[in-house]
């Protein structure tokens, strides 16, 4: 599942992680204004009265973003309900107004859980809606925050929708946390709440890391850090972040709760803001914006329109294949389920189904491949009528002009070969090649691979390719037994 | 009347609030708040029991405008706001720190 093998906590620790992701909601606009939401745009060219807080500017919440929101919510297995915002109050240059409107004691959505592809399932404590801030580039002193000479600021992402997703700390191993933004990723995409990019920052994960002696179920002082910018980042940060707690452990020492900011390049986190003065945002109910309450013909209208979700889709290949769930997770990633669904319920086998379109439909259009086409190749393929090689040129063929796969093989020349056939073939060539059979049949390792290579690379030259690899080994291995 | 806040309580506030208050200020706001809590204490001995909580004084819930595009300002009018722009850019003193 993971392109590196995990490093496993030292013996005796225990991994315990929460994650915090911020969604950029893809609307045309910002939460509260009608400023479009781009902030590729010239700096400062997508602002207006609301984004930076002029005196009299009055904000007015966007109906997309409630609505995304709460489909994110239920998408979540959230309960949606009653919400207010609130001020969060702070001074940085990032929000002209001083403040971050947010949701603070009554969120839209709470309670939900988001189930990963193994089963596990991680609960999530809250979904609530967020302006997001200014960028801010720090001018002179190498760019950075501490030597700049001054700052400069751009509020084109002042305003623009979040949802912030904030999962319990049930998360226990690096895999698990990879898994479920890659899960909340696919859900964003399938609900079309989000592009839900995280190299450019439409979804960024924060992860509060924490360890604790196994058998253990106290919570132990967690760090958050911050600046991930990829999946594999986010496993990398954690298994630093892991280890550093525990040589702290290790010398009688103990981690600050802090906010801390990986760094990709250098394969570690340094320290940022320390928690130790507790926040104090003085939080208050947001005056100028009266509160959500959603009625339950409203809530019953999104679960009416939400698509089946990944792993619901995954599902409902899971009892009639044997294949990996990696394959089944790709091929609902690309979309091709339905596809791959249909054929099987046309008859195709359902392993070689999800085999072939993982391996060889990997292209962005595929429409011209029907279900009763690709039932009807697989099964071709699976009654032996057909090769490997040559069930991969039908399907291509398939995917590029359409068509009757048996029409396809025949126009290729794709007859299939007996194995009686393939019997003379091969003893024709034993006679022709005695010097290199005998090779074959008494030589050491090295030889008999070298010369069942030689034998194949015959046959399938006399064949057009058309012979299946399997069928030949299987002569070749039963001729030299005698 | 000190139990209801204090002046640490003032000093406290008014940091977080980047305030800067003269010790006279210091008093003479201890004791106003110390006034506005005592009203907030009057109100709070009435029985409200039968009134559910209200998270505003306005009747109405689902204000909300739909999701069209309004042109923005012009950027050269909006940086004349500033103090300082540069580059098209607001410009503000180094900022200590990280956001918090
Ligand atoms: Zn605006």
Same mark, same amino acid.
């Given at each position: ?22 969604? #950029?909601?893809?609307?045309?606009? &910002? ?113 950075? +925050? ?31 946390? &990879? ?148 394959? +089944? ?13 249909? $054929? ?7 392993? &070689? ?9 990997? +292209? ?10 690709? $039932? ?34 025949? #126009? ?22 005695? $010097? ?12 008999? &691979? ?10 399938? $030259? ?21 | ?84 722009? #540069? ?14």
């Amino acid at each position: 599942m993971t392109e590196t093998a995990e490093k496993a906590l030292p013996d005796g620790w225990e991994l315990v992680v929460g994650l915090e992701v911020h969604v #950029e909601l893809a609307t045309v606009t &910002k939460l509260f204004c009608g400023c479009a939401n781009e902030f590729t745009s010239d700096p400062n060219t997508n602002v207006c009265p609301v984004c930076v807080g002029l005196p009299g500017s009055l904000p007015v919440i966007n109906a997309a973003a409630v609505e995304f929101a709460m489909r994110l919510g239920r998408a979540l297995g959230c309960e949606v309900r009653p919400s207010v915002m609130a001020r969060k109050n702070y001074f940085y240059p990032d929000m002209a107004k001083d403040y971050q409107t947010t949701q603070y004691d009554q969120p839209t959505s709470i309670d939900g859980e988001l189930m990963l592809g193994d089963g596990a399932v991680v609960g999530i404590e809250r979904a609530h809606i967020e302006e997001d801030a200014g960028k801010t580039t720090h001018i002179g002193g190498g760019g950075r +925050i501490n030597d700049a000479e001054y700052s400069l600021v751009d509020y084109n992402r002042a305003g623009v929708p979040l949802v912030e997703v904030v999962s319990r700390p049930d998360i226990r191993t690096i895999d698990h946390a &990879k898994a479920y933004v890659s899960e909340l990723r696919d859900i964003l995409l399938a609900t079309e709440v989000s592009d839900a990019k995280m190299e450019e920052g439409s979804m960024r994960v924060d992860a509060n890391v924490s360890v604790r002696p196994v058998g253990s179920d106290e919570l132990r002082t967690r760090c958050e850090i911050k600046n991930i910018n990829s999946i594999r980042s986010l496993g990398r940060a954690i298994e630093y972040e892991a280890l550093r707690h525990i040589d702290l452990y290790g010398s009688g020492e103990a981690p600050r709760q802090e906010t801390r900011h990986w760094d990709e390049a250098g394969g570690r986190s340094t320290p940022g803001r320390s928690k130790e003065d507790a926040d104090d945002y003085r939080y208050f109910q947001e005056p100028d914006l009266v509160p959500l309450r959603p009625s339950a013909d409203v809530v019953a209208a999104i679960d009416a329109t939400l698509p089946v979700l990944p792993a619901a889709r995954r599902a409902r290949f899971a009892a009639r294949c044997t294949v990996s769930a990696a394959t +089944i997770a790709t091929v609902v990633e690309r979309g091709q389920d339905n596809l791959a669904l249909a $054929a099987i319920e046309a008859g195709a086998d359902a392993d &070689k189904v999800l085999t072939r379109i993982e391996n060889d439909l990997a +292209i962005d259009d595929w429409s011209l491949v029907s279900v009763e086409g690709l $039932a009807a190749l697989i099964s071709m393929e699976t009654a032996g009528e057909l090769t490997a090689t040559q069930t991969k040129q039908v399907l291509a063929q398939l995917a590029s002009q359409g068509g009757d796969p048996k029409a396809i093989a025949t #126009e290729l020349g794709f007859e299939a070969m007996e194995s009686d056939e393939l019997d003379v073939l091969v003893d024709q060539l034993v006679a022709d090649n005695p $010097a290199e059979w005998d090779r074959f049949t008494s030589g050491d390792d090295g030889d008999r &691979k070298k010369m069942q290579g030689f034998f194949t690379g015959r046959i399938m $030259a006399a064949t057009r390719g058309q012979a299946d690899g399997r069928a030949v080994a299987e002569i070749l291995g039963r001729k030299a037994r005698g | 009347m000190s139990e209801r806040i204090t002046r640490d309580d003032v000093v406290h506030v008014a940091r977080l609030a980047r305030l800067q208050l003269s010790e006279a200020e210091i008093d003479r706001f201890t004791e106003q708040l110390g006034d506005v809590l005592d009203h907030a204490e009057d109100v709070e001995s009435l029985d409200v029991g039968d009134i559910p909580p209200t998270a505003h004084p306005l009747p109405l819930v689902n204000v909300t405008r739909p999701d069209e595009l309004v042109e923005s300002l012009d950027r050269f009018e909006l940086l004349a706001q500033a103090p300082f722009a #540069e580059d098209g850019h607001f410009r503000v003193p180094p900022v200590l720190g990280e956001q918090p």
